[in-house]
């Protein structure tokens, strides 16, 4: 991987061989991969781009940390729809409104961008085994393309977490174990097991190519945009790896002169969890909180990745915003409506917190904005049935009919 | 449309003028759309879709039903993933075997290509509501893909429909009523309505664009395969509007020259609600049977589309087989653990009718499979909940986890 300088770890600055299997730093901190740009630029351009068929996120790969003779075995990920919502964009009273809809990947949220990436390292290092501890959708996209190619998978989740989660796991053929216990029981049984077994370790604390995965949305972004970069990318924030993959991808095009200037990052947490923002905002260490939001994708009370999050919110001269419950489900409903996209609550949470600022004034008029849709609404059905309340009933009777819609 | 010679009959014969919102036959029987290939072939070829970047349903717009400068604006539909299985390929005994993953789809199933065309026909058409009757896939992906066109919509569902479908419905803004009545006298109250008011009809027992819409999904399977036909394309059925789109697709292909010869159709029915096959294996006329699978989709006692469906089998010189409600349950678990797509059962029943052909021995080994997933399985998580039974449970113990997973 010669356009690889090294890992660098965002904590102390040591630096590391680009190993397929690296995990942490001595220190602890997380690793940061660092390209060579100026080589990379000489053979990755739009032309080069626009040449290219691939339509997943391995069509970005010499900005990828992947052999050149690896070939990507798992699900067909990335290339998402970018909407323009013209309806939005006039409420908000912005100049153009996007919507990024990562809820229609393979197994429906956009952590598939990063598993699909560790299922690659696992192989491309020789595993046969792939472990992750996880309660939704890194356990979901991990056993989903790890079943498409053909590897093993032991996931650990705390054996609270939804049914329906687990259900897909389970179709997915993942050797599950649910841990009758925290879910720091269950990290700590997985990397008990992981250090026993020597399996490939998908923990996003640990990994540090699976932010590398998820910055491929942001490439995509500047690539359906024509390379017209954004004022502003609004994302949902819970373990911080989503919104530093964001980050990462839009330095990525910048450096490569692909765009002209990173957009600044909106993070938006959720009021009763959000400890990234917290920290951002008061200017001071992060510290950990409760979990208060139905969100469950961004109820990360102890973030496993607050140090690349904070460094994206702030190298990009972002924004943040805490939004409450009825705030995310008001904005399900909305984007639903307004856009036709179905997002699950942690998913539009960033619109959430776009429509906050809004109402505070707070969203300069003359701007582009995109919004990422983390994951499916029917990833989360029961609450959506709980927003939506009964539909209107009627009999086979034409008055009726009318009378109720007001015809 | 110049493109387009005259919509026929399918029981009559007699010819129609293609207007955007023509609907049934005097005769009651439904339209076939008749191209004129000639034409299209000399300006429509590999090449040409070669150099087309639209990564959506609408690449193949020579062949569609919409005027030259018709801009669709529902959803990006279409152009999902195929892929190769070997592993099952193995298991059949066959040489290939590919999936085709349509339950990515924007609103996750097949159905959006039905409803993104419908969609377009209507503001074609100059209209500013759509509606229909259904319990499921048509009626969200219609909310989905009229949403984000900026349509209202009218959607009628019996009340007993399941409440997941409803919530998805009820985000996408769509004007619901839950009929308290039989699904016939939810349908009675649609056309009542429909009749009254003008609204445009997405009913698929009426409208002819809707299986042209479907038709796509063979295309991409012919361009997927760069044009080199498979020999047969198995598909779960119900009332029979998929295996006709699927059916014409593949006659498009073959009549502007880009594939030699039609695939044979393996068409897959519930035991419990077989119709279509039962008339095709007796040589008979269908017959209206009871409803007892739990494959909600295709649970289609009275097919709305039994012509198209028959004459696709018999032109194609087709395979029927029906499969019980157990043997759905193990293709959905087989088809996520072997090739990472979890599909609905609906989805999934093509993939269990070719298990069970190959069981049985008539399955020629020296053959291309294609097996269409019309349907994700996060559309009906109940369903999978059951089929997958409980985790393993363990507490935070190494010895105990190894002990459980025999390691």
């Given at each position: 991987?010669?356009?690889?300088?090294?890992?660098?770890?965002?904590?102390?600055?040591?630096t590391?061989?680009?190993?397929?299997?690296?995990?942490?730093?001595?220190?602890?901190?997380?690793?940061?991969?660092?390209?060579?740009?100026?080589?990379?630029?000489?053979?990755f351009?739009?032309?080069?781009?626009?040449?290219?068929?691939?339509?997943?996120?391995?069509?970005?790969?010499?900005?990828?940390?992947?052999?050149e003779?690896t070939?990507?075995?798992?699900?067909?990920?990335?290339?998402?729809?970018?909407?323009?919502?013209?309806k939005?964009?006039?409420?908000?009273?912005?100049?153009?409104?996007?919507?990024?809809?990562?809820?229609?990947?393979?197994?429906?949220?956009?952590?598939?961008?990063?598993?699909?990436?560790?299922?690659?390292?696992?192989?491309?290092?020789?595993?046969?085994?792939?472990?992750?501890?996880?309660?939704?959708?890194?356990?979901?996209?991990?056993?989903?393309?790890?079943?498409?190619?053909?590897?093993?998978?032991y996931?650990?989740?705390?054996?609270?977490?939804?049914?329906?989660k687990?259900?897909?796991?389970?179709?997915?053929g993942?050797?599950?174990?649910?841990v009758?216990?925290?879910?720091?029981?269950?990290?700590?049984?997985?990397?008990?097991?992981?250090?026993?077994?020597?399996?490939?370790?998908?923990?996003?604390?640990?990994?540090p190519?699976?932010?590398?995965?998820?910055?491929?949305?942001?490439?995509?972004?500047?690539e359906?945009?024509?390379?017209?970069?954004?004022?502003?990318?609004?994302?949902?924030?819970?373990?911080?790896?989503?919104?530093?993959?964001?980050?990462?991808?839009?330095?990525?095009?910048?450096?490569?002169?692909?765009?002209?200037?990173?957009?600044?990052?909106?993070?938006?947490?959720?009021?009763?969890?959000?400890?990234?923002?917290?920290?951002?905002?008061?200017?001071?260490?992060?510290?950990?909180?409760?979990?208060?939001?139905?969100?469950?994708?961004?109820?990360v009370?102890v973030?496993?990745?607050?140090?690349?999050?904070?460094?994206?919110?702030?190298?990009?001269?972002?924004?943040?915003?805490?939004?409450t419950?009825?705030?995310?489900?008001?904005?399900?409903?909305?984007?639903?409506?307004?856009?036709?996209?179905?997002?699950?609550?942690?998913?539009?949470?960033?619109?959430?917190?776009?429509?906050?600022l809004?109402?505070?004034?707070?969203?300069p008029?003359?701007?582009?904005?995109?919004?990422?849709?983390?994951?499916?609404?029917?990833?989360?059905?029961?609450?959506?049935?709980?927003?939506?309340?009964?539909?209107?009933?009627c009999?086979?009777?034409?008055?009726?009919?009318?009378?109720?819609?007001?015809?």
């Open positions: 991987m010669n356009h690889i300088i090294h890992c660098k770890c965002v904590k102390c600055g040591r590391y061989a680009p190993a397929a299997d690296i995990t942490i730093c001595e220190c602890g901190g997380i690793l940061d991969v660092i390209y060579d740009y100026e080589s990379i630029k000489t053979r351009n739009k032309e080069v781009l626009a040449r290219r068929d691939d339509p997943t996120m391995w069509r970005y790969r010499e900005l990828l940390p992947i052999e003779d070939v990507p075995t798992g699900l067909q990920v990335g290339m998402s729809p970018l909407y323009e919502a013209q939005i964009a006039e409420d908000l009273g912005v100049k153009r409104l996007y919507i990024k809809d990562d809820g229609v990947n393979p197994t429906a949220s956009l952590k598939d961008r990063a598993s699909a990436m560790a299922v690659t390292k696992a192989i491309e290092a020789g595993y046969d085994t792939i472990a992750c501890s996880s309660t939704g959708n890194a356990a979901s996209s991990l056993a989903g393309n790890a079943a498409k190619a053909g590897l093993k998978t996931i650990f989740v705390p054996s609270r977490a939804p049914k329906g687990i259900a897909q796991l389970m179709m997915f993942a050797n599950l174990t649910a009758d216990g925290s879910y720091e029981e269950t990290f700590e049984l997985s990397k008990a097991a992981i250090d026993k077994y020597g399996w490939y370790n998908r923990n996003a604390a640990i990994n190519y699976l932010s590398e995965g998820k910055k491929t949305v942001a490439h995509e972004i500047c359906q945009l024509d390379f017209n970069a954004p004022d502003f990318v609004a994302v949902s924030v819970g373990d911080g790896c989503t919104i530093a993959g964001v980050y990462k991808g839009l330095y990525d095009m910048y450096r490569v002169g692909l765009i002209d200037r990173i957009p600044r990052i909106i993070s938006v947490q959720a009021q009763g969890c959000c400890p990234i923002n917290t920290a951002v905002m008061n200017g001071e260490d992060w510290r950990p909180q409760e979990e208060n939001t139905y969100a469950d994708s961004i109820a009370g973030p496993r990745n607050p140090d690349k999050a904070i460094n994206a919110i702030k190298d990009s001269d972002g924004i943040c915003v805490n939004v419950d009825d705030e995310i489900r008001e904005a399900q409903k909305y984007l639903a409506k307004n856009a036709g996209v179905f997002g699950e609550p942690a998913g539009v949470t960033a619109t959430a917190g776009l429509m906050k809004s109402r505070e004034g707070k969203l008029h003359d701007t582009t904005i995109v919004s990422i849709v983390t994951g499916n609404g029917l990833k989360d059905i029961d609450s959506a049935i709980r927003s939506v309340g009964e539909p209107i009933h009999g086979n009777d034409l008055a009726e009919f009318e009378e109720k819609f007001g015809l």
